[in-house]
């Protein structure tokens, strides 16, 4: 069944008052609430399940609520308590009164030194559910939720696809991928029964990644490109992307974001440990996980043509062949053995070719580590047959894996804990699959042909620096961004500087990106004539005026004291009006009832 009416503020459920809605997705919608016998504030989550029951939904939502209660640290949410009420399930978590790291990254990228302090916070948490023998699987920026106040805390949440080491693949059938696709590892992507703690160190780095630059490593325009650049992409440098920040974090990323496990940090505070040395101006740590195997490393020119060993036999078949692994694969019998093929060059979109593949181009001297024409055996086939379909094979079932979470779970699995929902692009993807090319049709926006990789590596595009416009009019804006050769897009948001002003630019001045790149350009609509009224039980009146002007509300608050017995509520308020929830003009009047103990009234 499906989520009944919507909650509405004062009803009470399972024994939570409803104060407002926070917000909704794919999986359900989550209310701030009051609990009925503490003094205490919580994050109601409910799911939402299609018309079929969706027993697999009900299992994960479960599961959730049980992964987190076994996780207790100061940065990850508490889970009160869970059931089930109408047939409806629902889960109680700490109420988190701030907002998220995506949130804020909407205003930039982040000064290097909070962005971390937020990402050790998170670190720690992480580590402590993999202590516990929990993979988290979706870290990303809006399921770091950051407390209002100083200091400010950093809470990991949205454990909803969070799973043990040790369980069994009955919630996962089909081989469904539910992380954010911008954040995931690629063994998430190309061999998902294959994880483990530092798929999450990925997820983390690439975290890390999107605060100090302002965008995810591998922005794509699609799934299909997305998974690509996670797979086979070389790994981007902030520093290209953000040339303020310090070099030192071009090592962090890289080692975070390697293609193989073995080779990225062992746990996530080592991560976290790195990054910190490089804000206070010092070397990277010693390492001490696994070093890089000796082998071939990611090329970006023409491949040297090595001699073949001479065959004693038909070579073992790759152990996993759910994606291309270019530093291990072994070949099949018939394929030429030799040094493993090089990681190719990102893909440029073409046309399919009518015909064969053009011939490389003859060499006529000696390279860099090749022989020279008429010195050693001829160079090996370019690329074989069975090798090119074998790479074919596995981009396909990636997008067919992605067809069927999209298809399965439509908007994709929300962050409900703080209220914000991360979803994917909806594509329907089919693959037709030849020798030398593969092509996929995604309906209804586009049709990229990848060809197989060459031994020829097209140039970049040329990067360009987003200028500083904050604070100029937005006609002055546009003119500027769109001559230095950028898209603008254009978001209206209230805000206290003049209306039509430039307030932020996502990605952030003075970053590079490629010509053509789009810059969301946030726009004032003058300030708000309006406010949400905010909860304002249980505090008092000073704290509730300082809650209110936060806000912008620029009234008056007229408290009525109540004679009460119960201490606890003594200076506190009891009651509000208007009640929490309701929009009201930034000068209206509030009126509010508070607690004041009336000795007389115990007995003598």
């Not at 697999?56 to 100061?74: C, G, I, K, N």
């Not at 379909?389 to 908007?411: Q, W």
């Not at 929830?581 to 607690?595: C, E, F, N, Q």
């Amino acid at each position: 069944m499906a989520v009944s009416a919507t909650l509405r503020p004062g009803e009470y459920f399972a024994g939570y008052q409803i104060l407002r809605k926070l917000g909704a997705g794919g999986m359900g919608a989550v209310y701030q609430a009051r609990d009925r016998d503490l003094p205490r504030f919580v994050a109601l989550k409910l799911l939402s399940l299609p018309d079929d029951g969706a027993l697999d939904s009900r299992a994960r939502f479960r599961r959730e609520a049980d992964t987190v209660a076994r996780l207790q640290h100061p940065n990850i949410v508490t889970v009160y308590a869970r059931g089930e009420e109408a047939d409806q399930l629902w889960i109680a978590m700490t109420f988190v009164d701030g907002s998220d790291v995506a949130r804020a990254l909407r205003e930039g990228a982040m000064h290097p030194a909070r962005a971390v302090r937020i990402i050790s916070e998170t670190a720690a948490a992480l580590d402590h559910a993999h202590e516990t023998g929990i993979l988290h699987r979706d870290v990303q920026p809006a399921n770091i939720l950051l407390t209002e106040g100083r200091p400010e805390r950093a809470l990991l949440t949205d454990f909803g696809i969070a799973k043990a080491f040790d369980e069994s693949r009955q919630l996962t059938q089909g081989g469904e991928i539910l992380a954010s696709f911008q954040y995931a590892a690629p063994e998430r992507l190309t061999r998902p029964g294959e994880v483990d703690p530092r798929a999450d160190v990925y997820s983390l780095g690439c975290t890390l990644f999107h605060m100090l630059t302002g965008q995810p490593p591998y922005p794509g325009q699609n799934v299909g490109q997305i998974i690509y650049g996670h797979a086979y992409e070389p790994i981007p440098l902030p520093s290209h992307r953000n040339p303020a920040l310090p070099r030192g974090f071009d090592e962090v990323i890289t080692r975070a974001l390697a293609k193989e496990p073995d080779h990225r940090f062992a746990n996530c505070a080592e991560l976290a440990r790195s990054a910190a040395q490089v804000t206070r101006q010092g070397p990277p740590p010693p390492r001490t996980g696994p070093q890089p195997k000796p082998g071939p490393q990611p090329r970006t020119g023409p491949p040297p043509h090595p001699k073949p060993p001479p065959q004693t036999g038909p070579a073992r078949t790759s152990d996993h062949l759910s994606g291309p692994r270019f530093a291990t694969t072994r070949t099949a019998p018939g394929v030429p053995t030799g040094p493993p093929p090089t990681i190719p060059a990102p893909p440029q979109r073409q046309a399919a070719p009518s015909g064969p593949p053009p011939e490389p181009p003859e060499r006529t001297g000696r390279g860099d580590t090749g022989p020279g024409i008429g010195t050693g055996p001829p160079p090996p086939p370019k690329r074989d047959t069975t090798f090119r379909i074998m790479i074919g094979l596995a981009v396909v079932t990636a997008l067919a894996l992605v067809s069927y979470f999209v298809f399965k779970f439509g908007d994709g699995h929300p962050s409900l804990s703080s209220a914000t929902t991360t979803g994917v692009v909806p594509v329907t993807t089919t693959a037709v699959v030849s020798p030398t090319t593969l092509t996929t049709t995604e309906t209804p926006y586009t049709t990229t042909t990848w060809t197989s990789p060459t031994t020829t590596t097209a140039a970049p595009p040329k990067a360009i620096v987003v200028p500083d416009v904050v604070g100029s009019p937005i006609a002055t804006a546009k003119t500027q961004l769109e001559k230095e050769g950028f898209v603008v897009k254009e978001v209206q948001r209230e805000d206290k500087h003049t209306k039509g002003t430039v307030v932020a630019l996502d990605p952030a001045a003075g970053t590079s990106h490629p010509v053509g790149s789009t810059v969301t350009v946030y726009v004032s609509s003058g300030p708000a004539t309006t406010i949400t009224m905010p909860t304002l039980v249980g505090l008092s009146v000073a704290d509730a005026t300082g809650a209110l002007q936060k806000l912008g509300w620029k009234g008056t608050i007229t408290p009525t004291y109540v004679k009460t017995t119960d201490t606890a509520k003594s200076g506190k308020i009891t009651d509000q009006n208007p009640a929490a929830g309701t929009t009201i003009a930034r000068d209206a009047p509030v009126t509010v009832s508070v607690g004041q103990v009336s000795y007389s009234s115990y007995p003598s």
